[in-house]
């Protein structure tokens, strides 16, 4: 199971993804970096202030 690092909810990566792909926490809205996809893997994206 794979949870975003943000909310900490179940989440499932977007079809025919790939390491570098961003995608957005459909539960907490956080924009996520695909980090590995086998074994599944992502890192949540700190805005710059």
Known sequence: MLSCPECQKEI????KCK???IFE??????ELEIISVDPQKVEIILEEK
């Open 25 to 30: 926490c459909e539960n907490c809205g956080a």
């Open 12 to 15: 499932k990566l977007p079809e």
């Open 19 to 21: 390491k570098g792909d």
